[in-house]
């Protein structure tokens, strides 16, 4: 199957300007009609409900996710493995999540890929990337990079518009649609480490990271050994009611710069830098602990480290990963 995509990928980039230029299932990057099914976009399932596979690795799975607040509640964001933060324009923010484990029975609302993706996501062996669209410049720029790009309607049955929400934020993915299996923990190349906690570290209930018109909020639960999501000052739960509790968060400073691209009301697109090195903030455990993050190649995972060099273990479980400005 991923063979098959990869030599239509070209005749598909080509196909997708038109329906980007007329607007069918996704016009400008998010919005018209699309298809649509008599379920609600709600039925996702947790990493225990659904299993995981560790058996005949695959690339993972990645999903732009929409975080505007007509788009919340989420969909299958809990089942995720790795969530990004990132800042779009205007200041406000996309999340990214990645799928290695588990594959929910859906997952959304999904939205448009922007640049900064397509470097995050060398980090992963030949990731397969659903969004909803992109800025049509843009699309060449994904059409080579090395992952396999699966925008709405390219696959018809992986995709359908949801009840409840207005278009554009009622676009989900049936990710089972898409994956001839779950990828599996061999998946996640991203360099991150596992295990106990460094020593140290201060102790630490909340913390709020803030884009220019964006915030989350993550506050510790001893209760549940986890740090309670909230966007904009709103808790974070799925559709079906599950809180979204990431067991690390990762406060990464990154550059964010002007790119060449803009969206359709001419607000500049920021690209982020996820390449390069840095300082970070890693909160597990109810303690905050200074990190540095380096990351040498594109190709290259990221390394976090204690300030004295050593690996910089994560808790088990989902890490949040917000892309600050530095």
Known sequence: MREM???RRGAWTAALLAVTVTGSLISGCTSGGGATDGRSPSQSQSPSESGTGTVNAGPVLAVKIDNAPDARPQTGLDAADVVYAEQVEGGLSRLMAVFARTLPDAVGPV???RESDLELLRQ????????SGAQHKLLPLIDDAPLD???AGKVPDAWYRGAGKAAPHNLYLRPRRLMDSVPGDAALTTGFHFGAAPSGGTPETSRTVRFPSARFTFTWSA???RWLVAMDGTPTVT??????APA???IQ?????TSKYHDFLGNNTPFTESVGSGTAQVLRDGRSFDANWTRPEASDGTRFTTPDGAPMNFAPGQVWVVLAKA
Do not use: Q, W
Not at 239 to 244: A, E, L, M, S, W
Not at 253 to 257: D, E, G, P, S
């Open 248 to 250: 690390t968060v990762v």
């Open 239 to 244: 559709t079906d009611g599950k809180t979204v």
């Open 223 to 225: 209760e549940r050994g």
């Open 253 to 257: 400073y990154v550059k964010v710069r």
């Open 124 to 131: 992963f062996h030949d990731p397969t990337l659903a969004f």
């Open 5 to 7: 995509v990869r030599t």
């Open 111 to 113: 939205r448009s890929a």
């Open 149 to 151: 790009p699966e925008p």
